[in-house]
């Protein structure tokens, strides 16, 4: 009877045991499933509050525990390196914007932006200097108004003359003067701006003036002092002599010789100012059509003391002023076959190389080219100085005159010492359509 009532007993329990343990058992379920919420929530908490500070703008905010075993610590730990770069990345953005800052107000040339209905959104310290008003008062303000207009619609690349009022502040006279303008479009914030730079062309021209002058009156004062400082000497001396009772036995030949002295020495400084003058006279070119190969040999054939080699093609006509390019390229022939029978060239004793003298199209360009084998060029910086030369009577104008006369045409002349070898080439380029005749 006993055993029947405790196993009456055990069967009445067992279902408010199973409602017990079912319950322990969600419990735990539960529990564990907070818990697990809890850690796959922190990192995403930290994942958002990395993302948050990305888009403000805060770099420095850095995830902890961030582990590459796992992938939300792999994310937390590529969310650091971004937040890094983006950091290093901004800070030489701000750097960069404050160098530009400085250089922009230090510059002295005037820079402008404006926005597409053409109103100032930015101008440096030159730009206000130039307007003669403050910066802050200057922006917002549209083109017109600042007398910037002319500016905005001339090409973008232009000079122009101008009056603006700030100008004077340089100490310049009043009145127009030469301004180069570069313009160009730029967007900013997906809008449409235009870049305005002004820089002022009279200042460095009077300045190029000056400088030329100082050159010109230096070397023309050396070469003047070199002819009077005999002449005075000589005259001196024969006064002196011509004083003496008696006078000396060989008073005529110290006269014969003294005034052939001066003879010299004059003759010398006039051929100098006629030198001189015809450098300062170069009339402007007055191009024809020619032939450029029977021209190019009909001047080889004035230069005998070193052959000279011809590259170029046959049938090519040339718009251009021969008797200006003829005197040029005379000179420049001239200097290639005085460094080729120069005693400083690499063999001296033997016979003088060939020059090289070729012609080629390239473009709408025609290009000359002289090489000799000579000893090259020493010194670069005096080669287009007017009247310096080294060399025993020259006159120091030849290079000039090839110079003037190349730009005189729109093109440029270039010399320059050899890479692959001994010797020079000059190289003088003319902006002239070349016609091939059919």
């Not at 390196?81 to 750097?95: D, K, T």
């Not at 025993?392 to 190349?406: T, W």
Request: proline share 8%; net charge positive.
């Amino acid at each position: 009877m006993a055993r029947r009532a405790r196993a009456g007993d055990a069967a009445a329990l067992s279902p408010k045991l199973r409602v017990t343990a079912s319950a322990l058992v969600l419990a735990c379920f539960a529990f564990a499933l907070l818990a697990l919420r809890e850690e796959i929530a922190r990192p995403l908490r930290t994942l958002a509050n990395l993302l948050g500070g990305l888009r403000r703008g805060d770099y420095s905010l850095r995830a902890r525990g961030a582990r590459v075993d796992d992938d939300l610590g792999l994310a937390l730990h590529e969310l650091n390196e971004l937040a890094s770069i983006l950091r290093e990345q901004r800070l030489g953005a701000l750097e960069a914007t404050a160098l530009l800052r400085e250089v922009m107000a230090e510059i002295n040339v005037a820079v402008f932006t404006f926005d597409q209905r053409g109103q100032l959104q930015l101008v440096n310290q030159a730009g206000a200097r130039l307007l003669a008003r403050p910066a802050e008062r200057l922006l917002g303000l549209p083109a017109a108004e600042l007398g910037l207009l002319p500016c905005l619609e001339c090409p973008p690349v232009h000079v122009i003359v101008a009056r603006f009022p700030g100008a004077l502040e340089h100490g310049a006279a009043p009145g127009e003067r030469r301004w180069a303008v570069r313009r160009s479009d730029f967007r900013q914030g997906g809008r449409p701006h235009q870049l305005l730079v002004l820089s002022d062309l009279s200042r460095a021209l009077r300045e190029e003036e000056r400088l030329a002058h100082r050159r010109l009156i230096r070397v023309l004062s050396h070469e003047i002092n070199n002819s009077l400082t005999p002449i005075h000497s000589i005259a001196r001396s024969l006064g002196r002599q011509a004083e003496r009772e008696p006078r000396a036995p060989d008073w005529d030949e110290d006269v014969r010789e003294g005034l052939d002295v001066i003879a010299r020495r004059a003759d010398g400084l006039r051929r100098f100012m006629g030198e001189y003058a015809r450098l300062a006279r170069l009339p402007p070119p007055r191009p024809r059509p020619f032939e450029v190969a029977p021209w190019v040999r009909r001047l080889a054939g004035l230069e005998t003391r070193a052959p000279i080699e011809l590259r170029g093609p046959e049938e090519l006509t040339i718009t251009a002023d021969p008797d200006q390019l003829e005197q040029a390229l005379l000179n420049l022939l001239r200097n290639a076959a005085d460094a080729s029978v120069s005693p400083e060239r690499p063999s001296p004793n033997e016979p003088p190389q060939a020059i090289t003298l070729a012609w080629r199209r390239d473009g709408d360009e025609l290009e000359f080219s002289i090489r000799d084998r000579g000893p090259g060029l020493a010194r670069t910086a005096n080669l287009f100085v007017p009247f310096f030369t080294t060399k025993p009577g020259g006159s120091g104008i030849g290079l000039v005159l090839a110079r003037q006369i190349a730009e005189g045409h729109g093109g440029e002349l270039t010399l320059r010492n050899h890479d692959d070898g001994p010797g020079c080439v000059a190289r003088l380029r003319l902006p002239v359509t070349a016609q091939t005749p059919a």
